[in-house]
């Protein structure tokens, strides 16, 4: 069993210096996993799955014995941590996930490399890792492609890794508190080191320190299963001895069945430029929604560009807003059908909110029984359309369609309505209204299931994406006017 394969398939007997993926925005993430189904298929399999759904190119998989199936060990940045977390809440069926308990890193040492540096807080500075940035982002962050690793190995930027053993073996141990701890991190993390090297473990660990699933971690290399059980009985002797000095830590042991893959190389390397990187970030992109907007024309960049800004005019005060518009870009550009649907979810809300603003405006201008009065009206503007019949149920089950001719007729009828609505929705409301109820029919109907590409955002569809964004300075007026009537202010 080979545990020295990245996430290619090839042979590599390198890591880049954590304080290299720190510069270019990443952090170190452990999760565990527990399918809900292990025998549907392969671990090693269900765990690509889900990585190539959240958009992770380079990851370590490792398949369990226990109740957890599954670790995976890679370095993400913020973004793709939020789209990895995203993915796996609105599509944990699909991928079968049941449970997944996260691990985030603060504090690394190598100690097969340097028993003493944590390697987050000391290494290679920002001007070196500039300096050779053209080799890296050249090899696109694989340490397996780069031309001439000595250059990079020698200012620290790549660290060499040990011999494996043939036939080893690797598990990790969770040790967390049994009580509450009388040291500082600052004063455990030395302890646990010199346990470390006690028990004989200093030239084939690594110790992770964080926060998560556990307080600390330690992967460490042994040269067969039959081993584990001597080591990690070395190992529990040295934590008695820390448990007497008021240190009680209780170790969980992961024995590793298979390491399927193995890359400690970029998820993401920047090769938008600055503008677009602002884009990108403004949208959350995972990296697949990265690559399709590095592959666009700069035409179309722009006009993406152009659309997140006019989404941050029109909703900047209003933060939940806001995030749909911009959830719908983001969708579009990752090709993501249901993301589409849940944030036109405000589209539909269009039809709720004008029925919220119109019925105190008919119930306030027609005395005595409104609804007859106003379909009298209505018979008289539109006679044979028979809108006694139609607006027998209850208004709250009147359509958006019927509350738009009834707005415009009781417009026509009462000057005064009429200037209401112009005062509080604009002159051109009518217009505005009515467009409005093509669009919430789209939504709710689910058309953009038609489109052939949704990240095609420069013909029909395009134009249909901005239409959403613009509705929502309509959608704004409304929900302010209907809050302000609730709270009983002056919302004219």
Request: aromatic share 10%; with cysteine.
């Amino acid at each position: 069993m080979n545990l020295h394969r990245n996430a290619r398939g090839g042979k590599t007997n390198y890591n880049w210096h954590p304080q290299v993926h720190a510069h270019l925005g990443e952090n170190l993430w452990f999760f565990l996993i527990r399918f809900k189904d292990p025998t549907s298929a392969a671990v090693e399999d269900q765990m690509q799955r889900l990585l190539t759904e959240t958009g992770v190119k380079h990851a370590c998989e490792y398949t369990l014995y226990g109740y957890w199936d599954g670790l995976i060990r890679v370095w993400m940045t913020d973004t793709l941590k939020r789209r990895f977390v995203r993915v796996l809440k609105s599509k944990a069926d699909a991928l079968g996930v049941e449970e997944l308990r996260s691990f985030e890193v603060g504090a690394l040492y190598y100690l097969w490399h340097d028993p003493a540096l944590d390697l987050l807080d000391s290494g290679p500075a920002l001007a070196d890792t500039n300096s050779f940035k053209d080799q890296i982002q050249a090899a696109e962050g694989d340490a397996d492609k780069l031309e001439d690793p000595h250059a990079l190995l020698g200012n620290s930027l790549l660290i060499e890794r040990p011999d494996w053993p043939s036939g080893g073996v690797k598990i990790y141990m969770s040790l967390d508190y049994t009580a509450p701890s009388p040291y500082a991190q600052e004063y455990e993390v030395p302890r646990i080191l010199r346990a470390i090297e006690a028990a004989e473990l200093e030239k084939r660990a690594s110790l992770y320190v964080g926060a998560g699933f556990s307080r600390y971690l330690l992967r460490c290399a042994v040269n067969d299963f039959n081993s584990i059980l001597g080591l990690t009985e070395n190992f529990y002797q040295q934590l008695s001895e820390l448990h007497r000095t008021g240190l009680a830590l209780r170790p969980n042991t992961f024995v590793i069945i298979e390491a399927s893959m193995e890359s400690d190389n970029f998820n993401y390397f920047g090769s938008l430029s600055a503008a677009d990187e602002l884009t990108a970030e403004r949208l959350d992109l995972d990296l697949l929604g990265r690559q399709r907007l590095a592959e666009m024309s700069q035409d179309e960049r722009t006009h993406i560009h152009d659309l997140v800004v006019r989404a941050d005019t029109l909703a900047r005060e209003d933060e939940q807003l806001n995030g749909k518009l911009t959830a719908l870009i983001r969708a579009c550009i990752e090709e993501d059908l249901d993301e589409v649907r849940n944030a036109l979810l405000f589209v539909i809300d269009f039809e709720w909110e004008f029925r919220e603003y119109m019925i105190p405006i008919w119930a306030g201008h027609y005395s005595g029984d409104w609804r007859k009065q106003l379909v009298g009206r209505a018979e008289s503007a539109e006679p044979g359309k028979n809108w006694e019949s139609q607006l027998e149920i209850s208004p709250s089950e009147w359509t958006f369609g019927a509350l738009h001719k009834l707005a415009a007729v009781s417009g026509r009828d009462a000057p005064v309505i009429q200037e209401k609505l112009e005062e509080d929705l604009g002159e051109k409301w009518h217009g505005e209204i009515q467009a409005l109820v093509t669009l919430r029919n789209y939504a709710a109907h689910s058309k953009a299931k038609t489109e052939k590409r949704l990240s095609d955002l420069s013909g029909s569809w395009g134009r249909r994406v901005e239409e959403f964004i613009n509705s929502a300075e309509m959608y704004r007026r409304l929900t302010h006017l209907n809050r302000a009537r609730r709270n009983g202010d002056d919302a004219g």
